[in-house]
């Protein structure tokens, strides 16, 4: 059991046993708040991915230029 859910867990027991009285929104708070965080990250990442790509597949970018470059080279060497 990781951190979020020993947090959800307790939140969710105090608030049944009415030892608590907050709401529901923030009983649940670990876990949407652990989601939004994996969320951010992975937009975060394939914004990173995206941007990479798109600079590499660009018309006149240096790694395209070398990529076609030993491709050329590959053919002259089959031929």
Do not use: Q, Y
Request: charged share 15%; no cysteine.
């Amino acid at each position: 059991m990781g951190l979020v859910t020993i947090l959800w867990v307790t939140f969710l027991i105090l608030k049944l046993t009415h030892v608590i009285d907050w709401a529901w929104v923030w009983v649940f708070s670990p876990l949407w708040i652990a989601a939004s965080l994996g969320a951010l990250f992975l937009i975060i990442v394939g914004t990173i991915l995206l941007l990479a790509v798109a600079g590499i597949t660009s018309k006149g970018s240096r790694v395209n230029t070398e990529i076609k470059s030993w491709f050329k080279g590959k053919e002259k060497e089959e031929e």
